[in-house]
């Protein structure tokens, strides 16, 4: 079965520096990957998506960006953080859409 | 407005209650996910439903594909079921599989 390791799982961290969150699939290969943000009293919304390596699909224009280096890897980054890419960003994934989704722990990040 | 409305937002029941959390969607969809959030984060997928209703142990799951609507029951509930329930629904074109979330039910269980 999928199982995704994301980290950390909370962060903070100044605004104006770096980001670089990490999700890593197991069980499973050539799955179709996402990030997802959910912001205080909101719901999940998807960010990227990817169906392979090097295929990066952005739903919203905002400050971050994501990366696809290995089947199974999917980053999420930003060279500057705002203040208001504070929130819980969700990692999931799913192989084929008969098994489901799997989701990540999830990383809390705070700006200040 | 949003294309996945959950109801009610929060929900309070004491121990040993029947709880249902209702779900209503404006698109068309080839499929339906409940899921838990825990007070940690981390999301659970309880059911995949694209047409009748679906069980697993205490939790039922049903959906009305003409009319938008799907439910999720709750028997015998106990404070361990408190958590964040999200509804979500899967399009019914292309290969994405992208998934549209309801904001979620905060369903806490008193003893």
Redesign the interface.
């Known amino acids: 079965s999928q199982t995704i390791h994301q980290w950390p799982?909370t962060l903070v961290q100044p605004v104006g520096s770096p980001l670089s969150l990490e999700c890593t699939v197991e069980g499973t290969s050539n799955p179709?990957l996402?990030w997802?943000r959910q912001a205080a009293?909101?719901?999940?919304?998807?960010l990227f998506?990817s169906?392979g390596i090097g295929q990066i699909?952005s739903?919203v224009p905002q400050n971050l960006s994501a990366s696809r280096p290995q089947d199974r890897q999917f980053i999420l980054s930003s060279k500057k953080l705002l203040l208001s890419d504070s929130g819980?960003y969700?990692c999931?994934a799913?192989r084929d859409?008969d098994y489901?989704?799997?989701?990540?722990?999830?990383t809390?990040l705070t700006v200040v | 407005k949003?294309e996945?409305e959950q109801s009610p937002q929060n929900l309070t029941a004491q121990e040993g209650e029947f709880i249902t959390i209702n779900c209503s969607y404006s698109v068309g969809i080839?499929?339906l996910?409940w899921?838990q959030q825990h007070p940690?984060?981390?999301?659970?997928?309880l059911f995949?439903l694209s047409s009748g209703k679906k069980k697993h142990g205490r939790l039922i799951a049903t959906i009305n594909i003409q009319e938008k609507h799907s439910s999720l029951h709750i028997t015998a509930s106990h404070p361990r079921d408190s958590a964040v329930y999200?509804c979500?629904v899967?399009g019914s074109g292309g290969?994405?599989?992208?998934?549209?979330?309801?904001?979620?039910t905060l369903l806490t269980v008193n003893p």
């Not at chain 1, 489901?100 to 999830?106: A, K, P």
């Open positions: 799982a179709n996402y997802y009293g909101r719901g999940l919304q998807l998506y169906v699909s739903e819980f969700l999931g799913v859409v489901g989704y799997t989701f990540g722990s999830g809390r | 949003n996945v080839s499929a996910h899921l940690g984060g981390g999301i659970v997928s995949m999200i979500a899967r290969s994405n599989y992208k998934l549209t979330f309801g904001k979620g």
